[in-house]
Nanobody
């Protein structure tokens, strides 16, 4: 059973930064893509960013491209999301997710391609 635990959320002013972390356990970490999703109140969960198992491939939602950076440390079973130039519309619960496929090169963007999810961490950006 895979377990994912997010941390690093909080309250920040617009223009500020946060770094989210996700600790993974339970399987060979480096063979699976890891993604970040978010869900704002009253809205559906949306894709934010994904990184392939090797770390070589990354993909971002247009809304965060140039502001957010996803990274991973396979030796520590950790994945990170650096959030810069935050906007009030970035306010949401952010979820870490582990890909379903045993493939170190894919970058899935649909939540149906993820098998395991963390409990989420709240990010609130004030104007």
């Amino acid at each position: 059973q895979v377990q994912l635990v997010e941390s690093g959320g909080g309250l920040v002013q617009a223009g500020g930064s946060l770094r989210l972390s996700c600790a993974a356990s339970g399987r060979t970490f480096g063979y699976y893509a890891m993604g970040w999703f978010r869900q704002a109140p009253g809205k559906e969960r949306e894709f934010v960013a994904v990184i392939s198992g090797t770390g070589a491939n990354r993909y971002y939602a247009n809304s965060v491209k140039g502001r957010f950076t996803i990274s991973r440390d396979n030796a520590k079973n950790m994945v990170y999301l650096q959030l810069n130039s935050l906007k009030p519309e970035d306010t949401a619960v952010y979820y870490c997710a582990a890909g379903r496929d045993y493939n170190a090169y894919v970058t899935p963007r649909s939540d149906r391609e993820y098998a395991y999810w963390g409990q989420g961490t709240q990010v609130t950006v004030s104007s």
